[in-house]
């Protein structure tokens, strides 16, 4: 139940991750208008009505859906580009203008929403071939002329793949788009029964079956002659013909028909987490002296997040965190200036800097993956961090439940932890296999849990505390434990841990996916083993915790136990606030002060603010139920008592 309530939540406050069923479909949309529009409509005059009508109708759609679609910061901006690119297509405007509104529109909602648009391993083009054979060929012809059995009589007639002026404008992903979809009005039906692997196969066939310069383009990529941009799954999906053209050149172009019958060799040219981080942060200043802020913010964002922030907890093994914090800061500071449209000069000078700590911090981890003691020391460490302030939340409650003699309720506590581990572990296999989970979706769900956990921990912090003095414990035990164990009590201590342990169980799975990456062969036997020894340093914690804190006085054990609780609240606080920054939702407004991981302190004005709001609640709280305590009975002091 509490889990079912944790997701509805999770649901309703992000849009951006559970509630995009139609985004997907805008953006098919969008892909039709670039690509066919210019055929239909020259100079101002419509040269196929019906077709022209279309591209109007596929125009309002977008428009309608865009307004369906969940609220989020970048939506009135996208309302009004759609709206534009309608009336434009309206004024029967040129087909280059139009191709270049509906493909920025395109990429703008794919930011937005955080949309998957590349395979998650490289497709089986043996597969694909056999499956155009089955599917496609009969209407579409074996070499994709559009000139197969079924053809004949088909309006419009199906499309010939090798027809250069359409397709030097089509993307893989508009074409898995189309798969997947299908298109209305016509005889071209979707494919939905198809696994992803099969339908992105599919795509990756059809969009090699036009003559091109992939022999060339293989030569290239082998003697080294190309940026190596091109190379990732995600380049080779998105980007089209005269996409690459225009960002990489003629090389680039001809590299890029060569991976797509080639996929595998995308792998082989994968990015490290730096080296994305780097590429996208060039991008956003390229984008932002073109003057697409949005744009620019928007890969600003996902450099960290899909980038720098899964090499962190490497970083910090092989540094003094010093690095590791200078290039959060900068980069907290460099999408500061965007979000202010500052000058250009202080942008790009701000993004040097960044890439040059950004190198520094490839070289810290070395360019051939981690050395087998770095690989075994971030396992350890990442673990035991993530693990460490659940571990105190879960430790208290059990030692509380213990000291109170209800050892009846610990499966209530044992249930919440193991069933925040089964959910991390399921989430974590959902978003490995089914769905694309990002960055920004990490942080909002770490964000919304870690608030969560410390509104919680707020309240069984004033609980506790209520209990500190040894006549309030007396009248609690003999007039309320049981009843309040049974009801509200028992749902919040088991809350607060599943709440404390899913806050950092997805995380950890994605750090240890991105340091399994980092490893490579020779070192991911080490990292198993820095598994198993935070796993047993866990363990043993967790032992000496319950050993010694229920041999406190009662009192201390209470007064001590609230004020843990309570500090935690702030800790969570802080960490929440900052995922929820990192994802893009909460603003940063940057402070000269200090950063401390461990007490959730970070040097902005919202996370500081909303600590000390909490830290002022715990005060004025914990005041407040010393007072109503005290005046219960005559005898103020503290239990000496073990209970």
Known sequence: MLAHCLLLLLIAFAPPAYARDAAPMIVHLLDYIAVDYPAFVKDGKVLDQAEYKEQQEFSAQVVELLGSLPEVRERPELL????????????????????????????NVIGAYRIAVAPREPPDVKRGALLYAKLCS?????????????????????????????????????????????????????????????????????????????????????????????GTLQAVATLSDAEARERFGPDGAAALAWLRTNPSAATAGKETPIAFSRRLLGESAAAYRAGRHDEAQRLALTAYLEGFELAEASLDTVDDRSLRQEVETQMIAYRDLVRRGAPVERVDELAGVIDGLLAASAEKLGAEGLSPTTAAVSAFFILLREGLEALLVVAAIIAFLRKAGRPEALPWIHAGWIGALALGALTWFVAATLIEVSGATRELTEGVTALLAAAILLYVGFWLHGKAYAHAWKAFVEQHLKNALQHGTLWALAGVAFLAVYREAFETVLFYQAL????????????????????????????????????LPIGLFFGASSVLLALLAVVFTGHGVKALQEAGIAPTDPLAFVTIDALGVYPSVQTLTAQAIVLAVVIAGFLYASRAAARLAPNRGRSKVPL
Do not use: N
């Open 80 to 107: 009004k580009q759609a709206s534009h690119l309608r009336a434009r297509i309206d004024d029967r405007a040129a087909g280059a203008e139009i191709s270049k509104l509906a493909s920025s529109l395109r990429w």
């Open 138 to 230: 009969a209407c579409h012809g074996l070499q994709g002329h559009g000139d197969g059995v079924a053809a004949k009589g088909m309006d419009p007639p199906p499309s010939d793949f090798h027809d250069r002026e359409r397709m030097t404008q089509r993307s893989l992903y508009g074409l898995y788009s189309t798969i997947t979809l299908g298109v209305d009005g016509t005889s071209m039906a979707g494919y939905p029964q198809l696994s992803e692997a099969e339908r992105w196969a599919l795509a990756f066939h059809v969009g090699a079956l036009r003559e091109s310069e992939a022999a060339r383009g293989g030569e290239l990529w082998r003697m080294g002659g190309v940026d190596r941009g091109i």
């Open 516 to 551: 399994w990456q980092q490893a490579g062969e020779a070192a991911r036997g080490s990292v198993i083993v820095g598994f198993c020894l935070a796993v047993v340093a866990l363990a043993v914690l967790a032992w000496l915790i319950l050993r010694y804190s229920v041999r």
